[in-house]
């Protein structure tokens, strides 16, 4: 009995921690695609 509890609550863990890193993944691409859209438009045109 103790170890379906014990799994139960690692399959819980694991998946917060998932979707925690999904979020993170997803918002750390959006800061590189303004760092790069930024840096476009602050090089002059040649």
């Known amino acids: 009995m103790k170890t379906k509890y014990f799994m139960l609550a690692l ?7 998932l979707a ?8 750390a691409g959006r800061d590189i695609e303004n760092a790069g859209e930024n840096v476009q438009e ?3 045109p040649k």
């Open 11 to 17: 399959l819980a863990i694991a998946t917060t921690g």
């Open 20 to 27: 925690a890193c999904e979020n993170t993944f997803h918002g």
């Open 42 to 44: 602050a090089v002059p």
